[in-house]
């Protein structure tokens, strides 16, 4: 069964530097997403993106966030320069067009910790 | 606005009991979707069921039941003779087509079962 895979599964970096997380959606899926759990707490959404461009984003996507699909295959998350609140669990999650009834599929995810 | 609000922290329960997770929704929208994840201690997200606005049957799967009730904002969750192996967090969630095809998610419900 396809599914979502993200890289690294756990990141450790010191606050100011920057991180990139890696996302390989399912192959015949138009739409992206990320999401963030801090830890214990519920699952935040970040940004959407479709056809090369942001569809829509959070009060947390700010300008120290960017989304990329540098190929065909990859859709990634870059934080510029991070901080300590930063840390948490970032999901990766894509679905076949942008209706709710469309499934969105999430990755296992990757833990970023900010030290 | 979305809001989804699962007011149950936590539930512990004893192998074989029933329990039921409680969830209620707010939106504008007239069409919308629900739906129930599942994360275990690993961490991912696990889709266990989808519900679009127009349809109000209950659902069931093996152990598990669905009650969407419109009048109410509610769309509860039922685990029928737990298992230990249900022992996770779940999370209720929406995606209204006002809101883009972002799910917004409750904070949660920590599920203990024990022996």
């Known amino acids: 069964e396809p599914e979502v895979t993200q890289t690294p599964s756990h990141q450790v970096t010191q606050m100011g530097q920057e991180v990139i997380l890696r996302c390989v959606p399912i192959?015949?899926?138009?739409?992206f997403y990320w999401y963030r759990q801090i830890l214990g707490q519920k699952v935040e959404f970040l940004v959407s993106f479709y056809n090369n461009e942001i569809s829509e984003k959070s009060e947390i996507f700010d300008d120290q966030f960017s989304v990329e699909r540098p190929d065909g295959s990859n859709f990634t998350l870059k934080i510029r320069s991070t901080k300590l609140e930063d840390s948490a669990m970032y999901f990766c999650?894509?679905?076949?067009?942008?209706?709710?009834?469309?499934?969105?599929?999430f990755g296992p995810g990757t833990r970023l910790t900010v030290t | 606005a979305q809001k989804v609000t699962q007011a149950q922290t936590e539930i512990s329960v004893v192998e074989k009991e029933d329990v039921t997770l409680d969830c209620v929704y707010e939106?504008?929208?007239?069409?919308?979707?629900l739906f129930w994840y599942k994360q275990p201690p690993s961490g991912e997200l696990v889709f266990l069921i989808r519900?679009?606005?127009?349809?109000?049957q209950n659902e069931i799967s093996g152990r598990y039941s669905w009650n969407f009730q419109k009048s109410t904002s509610s769309f509860n969750f039922t685990i029928t003779a737990s298992q230990v192996v249900d022992s996770a967090v779940y999370f209720c969630a929406l995606s209204a087509t006002g809101g883009g095809n972002k799910l917004t998610f409750g904070t949660g419900t920590q599920l203990k079962v024990e022996l």
């Open positions: 939106t504008r929208d007239t069409t919308y979707y």
């Open positions: 192959s015949n899926h138009l739409y």
């Open positions: 519900r679009n606005s127009f349809d109000e």
């Open positions: 999650a894509s679905s076949e067009d942008a209706q709710g009834r469309y499934e969105q599929y």
